[in-house]
C-alpha cells in the first residue's frame, strides 16, 4: 500500500525466472485470490470469481442445449454408501476430509464431505431409475468438492475447489459411449474456441484413469513451462456402478437390465490453466470469452471538457453490442492504469484524449501484442470486436506453436530420458499397454502418461520402454 | 408405478385434512426433491432446482445492479475464527457440523462447516480494507450452509441447504443502515412483485435477531395455514464485528476508525414458501416469474394431422417472445397430462386439437381458477403475456386477502391467549420492549414475535403482557 491508501502496481517475477513464483504473484497481484486461515483452501476475490462466473455461463448453456438438467445433492455421504463401489473408495477414500460431530453429538456414522458424488448419483437412481422411459437420465451438478491434499497452490490444486460434475445412465452402452465423447467434445471445443487453449483429446491408460471408470477421456493442454495440464474428463463406467448400487430397469423386451453410466466434469483448475497458458512477465491475459472487462476505457486529461462524456457514451455503445467494459475515471494516472489493467489481463484497451475527441478518434490497443490501431468513434463496435477476435486467435496459434516446440519424440528408454532430464514438454512414444512399462518411465524419467490421442497414427510398432510389440501411441510428459 | 412403467398422477392429502402431510405430497410427487441416506439433508431435483435457478438469476442481475461482486469463501471454518465474535459463537456453536479428519490424520484444530460466514469474510476484510478508499465493499456469495437440525421439513429447515449470503463494510454508520434496508426492500419487492407474496417488512426483536447483529430486519410471509415464514433477513451488525476481528480503516480525517457491516440472504426455504402460500389440492401453483415451465402447450388427439406441428409452431412463437414453454407429446391420454401439470403448478396450459386448427384458435387454462380463455393463435403471445400476468394479481391478491382474513388483535394477555389457541394467523398487540413479556407470551401463548413493521401506528400505549407503557407494535405468531 502507498502512503495515500492507493496500491501501486507492482512488479512481479519474471516467468523465465522462477514460473512458479510469476504465478503466484499473478494470482495475488491481479486480485484472484487470497488466503484465509482455512489452510489449503483459497477466497476467491471478484475478479477471480467473475472469470468463473462467464465459465458457468457458457458450459451451462451448451450443457442445457444437449439436454442436461441441473441438480443438487447432498454435500456429505455416509461412510457405507462411500464404500459401495470397491475401486472407487480406494480411490478417494484416503483423501476426504470426515464429519464426525454433530454440534455436541459424536455421529453414528462419520460423513465425508464430496470428493465426487458419484455413490449419491447411484443412490438416488436406485430411487427414479425403473423402466427404460425413465432412460437417460443426464443430470449435472454445480458444487464444491473437498479433497484432503497435501500440497496445494491456487487454482491447480486445493483441498476445497469448485467444479461441475454430470452423471448420466443410459440404457446402452452405445448411448453411454456416445454421451462420454459428446462431453468430451463439448469441453474441447470450449477450451480451444472460447480460452484459446489447444489440447490433446484423448485416452487416459487404465493407471491414470478415474477411480471405477472403464475407461476416462481428456482433454490435456500445455502449459507455457512445457508441463501438462488435464483440463476436463469424461468417463465411461459402463454398469459397474449400477450393479454395486443395484439400479436395475425394465427394459422394453421385459428383462431387467442394468443401465449404463457416464460422468465427467471441469474445475476452477481451468483459470490456473488459463493463467499457465496465455500470461506474461506484465500480469495476466485473458481470453475475450471469459474476460469479466473486454475492454477497459482509459481517458486521457479527463479533466478537460468532454473526455469523461464521450467516455462514457462509448461504454454505453459498447454495452450495448453485448460487450463488457469498464470506465475508470478513478485519479490514478493513465500511466498506472495501463499496467493496473495489464496486470489484469483485459483483453483490449481504449485510450480517449482531448485530441482524438476533436478527431472523432480512439486509440485500441491489444494486451497479448500492445498493437495500437487508431479507430474513428463511429467504428469502435467493428473494432472492439475485431479486436477481440484477433487476439483470441493470436492466444491460440502462439499456444499451439509453443506446444508444437515443445513436442519430442522417442523410440528408446534411453531417447526418452535424455529429453525428459533436458526439455519440458510432451514425448511422443510408443507403449505396448503394460503397467510394469509405464512404473519404469515413472521411476526412469519422472514422466506420466497424459494422453493416448483419438485417432493418432503408430510412429513405430516397438515399446519405447521393453521393446515389445506395441499399438499405443502415448504423450509423455510432467503435470499440474 | 404403473405396470407399463409410466406414473400414475397420485391423489394427495387435501390440505385443510393434514396442511404438513400436503405439503410433504407436493415436495414429492410434483419432484421437487427425493430423500436420500444422507439424514436430515435433501436432492433438489431437477424441477426444483430449475425455480432456484430462476429465483437466483432474478436476484443476482439485482442485486449486480446495486454494485454487488460475488465472491467464494471456503466451506470450512477453524474452530479459533468462529469463537472470535462471542454472541455469534453463542448463537452457532451447538448446530455446526465438525470435521476432526483428514484422510487418516486427525485434524490439529477442528473445522465447522459454515453454518454462515460473517467471520470468514471478516477475516478477509481485515486483509483488504486499509482506507476509506477501499470503501465500502459489497460482497455476496451463492453457496450451500449446514446447520446440524433436529428436526426436518424439506426446504423449509433442513442440516444443508442452498443460500445467499451478501457481505458488506461501510464507512459510515449511516450507510450501513442504507445498505441493510435497501437490501430489505429489494427482498421485499421480489417477494411481492414476482413470487406474488405479500410480506410485512420490519424489525426482529432483541430475542429474535441475528447472533452477533445490531439490528435485523425481515421480510415475513403468511402461509395458507396462518402459520408466518422469515422469507429473507437483513442485519446492521455495527462495528461490534470490526472491533472483534481489528478491522480498521485510515479516513481522510487521518484517523483509524472501525467500518461498519451488513449482512443479508435469502434461501431455498422460499420454495417452500411459494408451495404453501399459492398451492392447493391439486398441487403446486408457480408464481409465473420463477415458474420453470410457463406455459404447457397439450396436444389433443395429437396423431390428427397437423395438431402436433401447429404445437411446435406455437412453442417456436412464444419462445421467441421469451415464454418457457414445453410441448407434452407424449403418449399419455390428454386428462394424465392436464393433472400432471396441475401437480407440478405450471401457470398456464395451452389445449390445441383438430377442431381449434380449423378455426385457427386454441384454449388457454390458468392454473390458478382454471378459467378458459378461447384465444386465436395468432395472439396467442400476447394472450399468454397478460394470462401470466392476471395470474399473479390474482395469486398475490388471494394471499394478501389471506393475511387479512387471518389478522387479528389483542389488547390484553387473556385475548391474546384466547386468539392464539383458536385461530392461526398474525395477532398484532403492543410491546413494552422488555424481554419478560416476550417469552412470557411464548410461554402463555405459544406465540412468538414475528416482526415490528416499520412505520406501523400504535394501537394503544399498554404492553399486551404487563400493562406497562408500550410503543411498539408487534405482530405475533407461530412460525415455521
Not at 245 to 251: M, Y
Not at 267 to 292: E, N, Q, Y
Amino acid at each position: 500500500m502507498a502512503e495515500n491508501g492507493k496500491k501501486l502496481v507492482e512488479q512481479i517475477t519474471s516467468m523465465d525466472e522462477d514460473f512458479a513464483k510469476w504465478y503466484t504473484d499473478i494470482v495475488k497481484k491481479a486480485d484472484l485470490i487470497d488466503y484465509s486461515s482455512v489452510k489449503g483452501c483459497m477466497i476467491i476475490r471478484p475478479y477471480g470469481y467473475a472469470i468463473w462466473e462467464n465459465i458457468q455461463k457458457i458450459l451451462d448453456e451448451r450443457f442445457k442445449a444437449t439436454g442436461v438438467e441441473n441438480v443438487y445433492m447432498p454435500m456429505f455421504i455416509p461412510e457405507s454408501l462411500l464404500t459401495k463401489e470397491k475401486e472407487h473408495v480406494e480411490g478417494f477414500a484416503p483423501e476426504v476430509a470426515w464429519v464426525t460431530m454433530g454440534g455436541s453429538e459424536r455421529l453414528t456414522e462419520r460423513l465425508c464431505v464430496r470428493p465426487t458424488s458419484e455413490t449419491l448419483f447411484c443412490e438416488h437412481y436406485a430411487n427414479i431409475v425403473k423402466s427404460y422411459r425413465d432412460l437417460p437420465k443426464v443430470y449435472n451438478q454445480w458444487c464444491s468438492v473437498v479433497r484432503w491434499e497435501k500440497t496445494t497452490r491456487p487454482f491447480l490444486r486445493s483441498r476445497e475447489f469448485l467444479w461441475q460434475e454430470g452423471h448420466t445412465m443410459h440404457r446402452t452402452a452405445e448411448e453411454a459411449e456416445e454421451r462420454t465423447v459428446q462431453m468430451l467434445n463439448l469441453y474441447g471445443d470450449f477450451f480451444e474456441g472460447d480460452l484459446a487453449m489447444p489440447v490433446l483429446r484423448g485416452q487416459k491408460t487404465d493407471k491414470e484413469k478415474f477411480a471405477g471408470a472403464r475407461a476416462t477421456y481428456t482433454v490435456e493442454a500445455l502449459m507455457h513451462d512445457g508441463k501438462a495440464l488435464q483440463g476436463g474428463t469424461s468417463h465411461n463406467f459402463g454398469n459397474g456402478f449400477a450393479e454395486a448400487f443395484g439400479i436395475r430397469f425394465l427394459d422394453s423386451d421385459n428383462t431387467l437390465k442394468y443401465p449404463h453410466q457416464t460422468s465427467w466434469g471441469v474445475s476452477t483448475r481451468i483459470i490456473g490453466g488459463i493463467i499457465m497458458t496465455h500470461g506474461d512477465d506484465s500480469g495476466l491475459v485473458l481470453p475475450p470469452a471469459v474476460a469479466p472487462i473486454q475492454v477497459v476505457i482509459i481517458p486521457i486529461q479527463q479533466q478537460k471538457e468532454g473526455v469523461l462524456d464521450e467516455a462514457y457514451r462509448i461504454a454505453d455503445t459498447l454495452k450495448a453490442a453485448g460487450v463488457r467494459v469498464k470506465v475508470d475515471d478513478s485519479d490514478q494516472s493513465p500511466g498506472w492504469k495501463f499496467s493496473e489493467y495489464e496486470m489484469k489481463g483485459v483483453p483490449l484497451r481504449l485510450e480517449l484524449g482531448p485530441r482524438d475527441l476533436a478527431n472523432r478518434t480512439c486509440v485500441v490497443v491489444r494486451r497479448d501484442n500492445r498493437e495500437k490501431s487508431f479507430v474513428a468513434i463511429d467504428d469502435v463496435v467493428e473494432a472492439v470486436q475485431s479486436g477481440m477476435k484477433a487476439l483470441r486467435d493470436a492466444l491460440y496459434e502462439k499456444a499451439l506453436k509453443n506446444r508444437e516446440d515443445r513436442t519430442y519424440t522417442a523410440d528408446t528408454l534411453e531417447e526418452l530420458t535424455e529429453i525428459a532430464a533436458n526439455k519440458s514438454g510432451y514425448i511422443r512414444a510408443m507403449w505396448c499397454g503394460d503397467l510394469a512399462c509405464e512404473l519404469k518411465l515413472k521411476e526412469t524419467a519422472d514422466v506420466t502418461s497424459r494422453c493416448m490421442p483419438f485417432g493418432a497414427e503408430a510412429i513405430g510398432d516397438r515399446c519405447v520402454c521393453c521393446g515389445r510389440e506395441a499399438h499405443k501411441l502415448v504423450y509423455w510428459g510432467k503435470a499440474y
